[in-house]
T-cell receptor
Framework: NAGVTQTPKFQVLKTGQSMTLQCAQD?????MSWYRQDPGMGLRLIHY???????DQGEVPNGYNVSRSTTEDFPLRLLSAAPSQTSVYFC???????????????FGPGTRLTVL | RKEVEQDPGPFNVPEGATVAFNCTYS??????FFWYRQDCRKEPKLLMS???SGNEDGRFTAQLNRASQYISLLIRDSKLSDSATYLC???????????FGIGTKLQVIP
């Protein structure tokens, strides 16, 4: 199993550009999420999905869109990049079998995004 | 008050030392607690869950004190490979209620 994969690993954008961060998992996990990590702050939840076709907002959703058309993929779209979106983005997944809210999440290697 | 608070460190300790980190949380209804480890420029990985009865995994011991609302992580006989940032994670219930601390950086010195 590759686990959780993310592409690209690094990205530089100009203000106003749009792009999609890719996330895929091969563990058949139903729950997937996107976090951003900034210096001096804990990981913050952007969006999450409890299954194909179902998404919801997290703590910091503004400026980002998600969709979940398959169990495996959960892309994150930046609509119009801003310097405040410079961050490290992590995708994570968790099996739903145990029920209840997410706890043991498996994280992808991250995407380091710089917006100029 | 932040939902989850950790001392960011760094904690610089010699090899073989014992080191302990605490993490306080504000939501008394929090349901589950975890320690994650994050190496420099890598993704977080689950280190261990934290139970009221305490739990031990080799050189690592985690404890929960619900009355005082904190969890702790004790590392005995520190190794160079223990150098990392240790994230406290608290689940307050529901998908949006998982809160990560900023992490405590540990540097084990030869």
């Amino acid at each position: 199993n590759a686990g959780v994969t993310q592409t690209p690993k690094f990205q530089v954008l100009k203000t106003g550009q749009s792009m999609t961060l890719q996330c895929a998992q091969d563990m058949n996990h139903e729950y997937m999420s996107w976090y951003r990590q900034d210096p001096g702050m804990g990981l913050r939840l952007i969006h999450y999905s409890v299954g194909a076709g179902i998404t919801d907002q997290g703590e910091v959703p503004n400026g980002y869109n998600v969709s979940r058309s398959t169990t495996e993929d959960f892309p994150l779209r930046l609509l119009s990049a801003a310097p405040s979106q410079t961050s490290v983005y992590f995708c994570a997944s968790k099996a739903q079998g145990s029920g209840g809210p997410p706890d043991t999440q498996y994280f992808g290697p991250g995407t380091r995004l710089t917006v100029l | 008050r932040k939902e989850v608070e950790q001392d960011p460190g760094p904690f610089n300790v010699p090899e073989g030392a014992t080191v302990a980190f605490n993490c306080t949380y504000s939501n008394s209804a929090s349901q589950s607690f975890f320690w994650y480890r994050q190496d420099c420029r890598k993704e977080p990985k689950l280190l261990m869950s934290v139970y009221s009865s305490g739990n031990e995994d080799g050189r690592f011991t985690a404890q929960l004190n619900r009355a005082s609302q904190y969890i702790s992580l004790l590392i005995r006989d520190s190794k160079l490979s223990d150098s990392a940032t240790y994230l406290c994670v608290v689940n307050g219930g529901g998908y949006q209620k998982v809160t990560f601390g900023i992490g405590t950086k540990l540097q084990v010195i030869p």
